[in-house]
């Protein structure tokens, strides 16, 4: 197969399996992904005796346009509700104590949770039955009143998004009328997700909006289905399956 | 006759085949509609002319004029930085760039990226690469460091458009010839890569999120007062042009293809007529959110319209 310029070793599995650690079962935020921001938010706990209803479970992506678009869905409604906690939490306007980086971090949430509706709308008409259930996100391992924590995993977030669809475009197969439109779809979110990837890192740190993502031939990352869900997987309960993809 | 087999066999030599065919179907359907009529002996030579009156009519060329767009709008964005980093052609920016060594290493590195977007899609084109146009014209850019942020973000914007209209015109199984390679430079470190076999599609989606990262960065820094205190993020929000030319952030110049290429204050997608009352919310999604969540595709005249007052042909 062909071989891809190198890419930039990503530094997310690290993080990651660091996540992973110590995962509190006792309390973690269940979210409906289906309405805006702070609405949707239930608290679900769950304990030792409670038979079976804390095990994961699979959930299979399926195949072709619309296995890219529950994918792209995935992905969304992961994003959605990080920032939807983010800016929900009793303690935001102390955490980013700077109006303009509150602004920057709404602004997203709401970006975000416009493209998770938008997919999940365009897939119940488009392939009918065919839409993976809600996810319930992983975030026990964030410290949202954490600047740098919020920030660094929003940093990881996005910059996965930009990789994933840059991954995911040549795998949409375009000889239908819908697949050029998924195509197109993909490329009019992945540039604001590139956005959003360069205005986190220069509120981390200005000037940064490339760094390590980037490489010598000025190419942001591409990564397949199986690179980013291996990345995304910690932080959503159920069991990702992406393995009936195209490739 | 196994027609499995013949495509398989031809998609070994051109794994561009079957899109060419548009799908492995239709190629099923016509080869079979003539292994009905002719002999078997003959057959081999009359699929071989179905074949080759099929990859007639997509000649490569249409590729090569995409990637040639590419590299005009690249060759554009290097100049551009290029020429804004030296005393000789650009004295007040490198006054400024001096005054704030942060900046400067930014704009440094963009500039990088650019010169390697011209090396890569030069080298990709190989012997098909167009001639460069005799030179740019910068001149009204250069004389103040805001007025300079101002058409770095217009053509920044342009880009991110302009590749985003080129998507749909690259197959996505189309390959950089194999044994291509680039030698780039990156903070003054030379390096050398052979990009052979690359998939296309790929890159330009890679080339088009960078374009993003710059175009983030510039609207940003612009927001910065002593870079002008201007009021917007990294994404566009309704068609706002804050200072670079309007048509940067319109619907294409041609109307017939307004629908496609709509101003960045579109509020239509996938066949949604307006996300605003089109998704549920609360509260409910507004225009100036939806029009920041989608970028907008531009078409290569309305591109070319906006850039050619610099490019002196």
Known sequence: MATQPPVSAPDEAGFSSQLLQSVNRRSFLRYSGMTAAAVGLVLAGCDDDDNGSSMPNSVNLGTGNVGILNYAYALEQLEAAFYAQVVSNSAFATTFTDAAERTALQAIARHEAIHRDFFKAAINRDAPGNIIADLTPNFSNINFTSRTNVLETARIFEDLGVAAYNGAGRLIDTTTAAGKTYLGLAGKIVSVEARHAAQIRDIISLGTFSNDVVNALGLDRALTPTEVLATAQPFIRETINGSNLPS | ?313
């Open chain 2, 1 to 313: 006759m196994n027609l499995f087999k013949i495509i398989a066999e031809l998609e070994k030599v051109d794994p561009e085949v079957t899109d060419r065919l548009n799908s492995r179907r239709s190629a099923l359907a016509a080869l079979g509609d003539i292994s009905k009529k002719i002999t078997l002996a003959s057959a081999p030579a009359i699929i071989g002319a179905a074949f080759n009156k099929t990859l007639a009519q997509s000649s490569g060329s249409p590729l090569n004029d995409v990637l040639n767009y590419a590299l005009l709008l690249e060759r554009l964005e290097a100049a551009f930085y290029t020429q804004a980093l030296q005393a000789t052609s650009a004295p007040a920016l490198v006054a400024s760039f001096t005054a704030n060594t942060g900046l400067r290493t930014s704009i440094e590195k963009i500039r990088d990226h650019e010169n390697a977007h011209v090396a890569l899609l030069t080298a990709a084109l190989g012997p098909n690469v167009a001639a460069a146009p005799s030179g740019f014209d910068f001149s009204a850019a250069f004389g103040t460091i805001n007025n300079f942020l101002t058409t770095a973000q217009a053509f920044e914007d342009l880009g991110v458009r302009a590749y985003k209209g080129q998507a749909g015109n690259i197959s996505r199984t189309a390959q950089v010839a194999a044994n291509t390679s680039v030698t780039v430079t990156n903070a003054g470190q030379s390096s050398t890569v052979n990009i052979g076999g690359s998939n296309v599609l790929q890159v330009a989606l890679q080339i088009h999120a960078t374009e993003a990262r710059h175009a983030a960065y510039i609207r940003y820094i612009r927001r910065q007062t002593a870079f002008g205190g201007v009021s917007q993020y990294g994404w566009i929000t309704n068609a706002q042009s804050n200072g670079a030319p309007t048509a940067v952030y319109a619907a294409s110049t041609t109307a017939s293809l307004a629908t496609d290429f709509p101003a960045e204050s579109n509020l239509a997608q996938g066949g949604v007529a307006d996300l605003t009352t089109g998704l549920t919310a609360s509260p409910a999604y507004t225009a100036a959110e939806v029009s920041e969540a989608f970028d907008e595709p531009l078409d290569s005249t309305t591109v070319r319209g906006i850039a050619g007052p610099y490019i002196r042909p």
